[in-house]
């Protein structure tokens, strides 16, 4: 028996229910087409901000791009001037740098020069060892003279004496009971001068016809020199704060 209370559904029903059922349940190929529209949609919209982007400057009267090229020109002028101050700049300072490096590399050397002189440091370098033992008579004070001063005329940078004392300029040397005296340090027998220079060179200046090494023979002592290429000089001196002498204001 056929129910007559619900009528059959139409072609709309049927329509709406498809809808429905599609939307709740959809099938791969719906899928992917929702994909591609929302790609579609998503390129659209990039495209119009695109336009709205590169269309800042389309509404402007020729005379406003001009205006806009020149205000560009001048600022990318000044940036360039900027540049090119800060450069000028960099490199005054680069140089006044080097210049200062300059005048301190020299101050140091000088002041290494002059400590080296005054016997205020060791020292290290070429040179060679002079060994004189007493035979048959002490040695002399006046032959120790003569060969130091032989030593400075060629080229001796730095001096001492039985390792106990630094001989500079201002040394002095006094006879004494079983030795003599450099700058009020007693020394005895056999005497070792230790000098820093041209080992050749200074060697030269002791063994010449009359020199050094030939006195100091014929008073009955016997001399060894010794060229070596390596020679420590420890001795030093504590520095003297001159009494009279003082620079010169005008040099």
Do not use: C, W
């Not at 005379?63 to 005054?92: H, P, W």
């Amino acid at each position: 028996m056929t129910d007559q209370s619900k009528p059959p559904a139409g072609p709309q029903d049927t329509g709406r229910q498809r809808l429905t059922e599609a939307l709740r349940k959809p099938s791969r190929a719906q899928a992917i087409v929702g994909v591609l529209l929302a790609v579609v949609g998503f390129a659209a919209v990039t495209q119009v901000r695109a336009n709205e982007v590169d269309s800042t400057y389309a509404g402007y009267r020729e005379q406003d791009l001009i205006d806009v090229l020149n205000g560009l020109a001048g600022t990318t002028q000044r940036a360039q001037a900027e540049i090119s101050r800060l450069e000028a700049t960099r490199e005054d300072l680069q140089s006044s740098t080097d210049a200062r490096q300059a005048a301190l590399d020299q101050a140091q050397a000088r002041s290494d020069t002059l400590n080296i002189l005054a016997g205020l440091v060791p020292v290290t370098g070429p040179g060679i060892r002079i060994t004189i033992k007493e035979l048959t008579a002490p040695v002399s004070t006046d032959d120790i003279l003569d060969t130091i001063e032989e030593l400075r005329a060629a080229g001796a940078e730095a001096m001492q004496i039985n390792g106990q004392v630094r001989v500079i300029a201002q040394s002095s040397i006094q006879d004494a009971e079983g030795g003599f005296y450099v700058d009020d340090t007693l020394l005895e027998a056999p005497y070792v001068i230790d000098v820093i220079g041209d080992p050749h060179t200074l060697a030269g200046a002791l063994s010449f016809p009359d020199g050094p090494t030939q006195r100091f023979e014929e008073s009955g002592d016997e001399v060894t020199v010794d060229e070596l290429n390596s020679l420590d000089i420890e001795a030093v001196r504590q520095p003297v704060q001159p009494q009279y002498a003082q620079p010169d204001p005008s040099q």
